[in-house]
């Protein structure tokens, strides 16, 4: 093999084979698919508009509610006024469990951990409230269970006293199955 053809082989290799071994293209597409349009080419006015959307959204991503006018006046509040004092005539509503978590995960992590529990503090005294509300709806029932079961003692003691005087009107004793001697 002369040397022009080996160099010829080798820069072949370099430029086409190894690229594709380092870097694999994917496939073609079938022959049915038709080829999407490419994107058309950007304007510098887009390039433009499209900088300064995102610049503004970055930065409002920073600022907290309340600081901007906007804010202002969609609470209906004039540009003087000072805003913590119109915050506190206001009623302020709490925010749900849920978007307090919200905050807090955005705040940190050493703000969350205050935000778990008091979330785990309002579940576990509501769930404790529950459960003695339970507790006492329970000892109400078994109050009344018992007052029936003394009150239903205290007739079939009656009858029986009536019976040993000899005042029976129902069926004697004998005749009667008895019930606490029953398997079910």
């Known amino acids: 093999m002369k040397w022009g053809v080996a160099w010829r082989n080798v820069k072949r290799y370099v430029k086409h084979d190894l690229k594709e071994i380092a870097f694999p293209s994917s496939l073609p597409d079938p022959p049915h698919v038709k080829a999407k349009p490419k994107p058309r080419k950007l304007t510098f006015k887009d390039y433009v508009y499209i900088v300064r959307t995102a610049a503004g959204l970055h930065a409002k991503s920073f600022t907290r509610e309340g600081l901007t006018k906007e804010d202002w006046k969609k609470a209906g509040l004039e540009e003087q006024e000072d805003p913590e004092v119109a915050v506190k005539k206001k009623e302020a509503a709490e925010p749900s469990?849920?978007?307090?978590?919200?905050?807090?995960?955005?705040?940190?992590?050493?703000?969350?951990?205050?935000?778990?529990?008091?979330?785990?503090?309002?579940?576990?005294?509501?769930?404790?409230?529950?459960?003695?509300?339970?507790?006492?709806?329970?000892?109400?029932?078994?109050?009344?269970?018992?007052?029936?079961?003394?009150?239903?003692?205290?007739?079939?003691?009656?009858?029986?006293?009536?019976?040993?005087?000899?005042?029976?009107?129902?069926?004697?004793?004998?005749?009667?199955?008895?019930?606490?001697?029953?398997?079910?």
């Open 97 to 184: 469990s849920m978007e307090e978590l919200a905050l807090a995960a955005r705040a940190g992590a050493e703000h969350i951990k205050p935000a778990l529990q008091r979330i785990y503090m309002t579940r576990a005294s509501a769930y404790r409230d529950a459960l003695k509300s339970f507790v006492e709806g329970y000892q109400e029932g078994i109050a009344e269970v018992m007052a029936k079961k003394s009150q239903e003692e205290a007739a079939v003691s009656g009858q029986r006293s009536k019976e040993a005087d000899g005042q029976s009107t129902g069926p004697s004793p004998a005749e009667e199955p008895r019930k606490d001697k029953m398997p079910f």
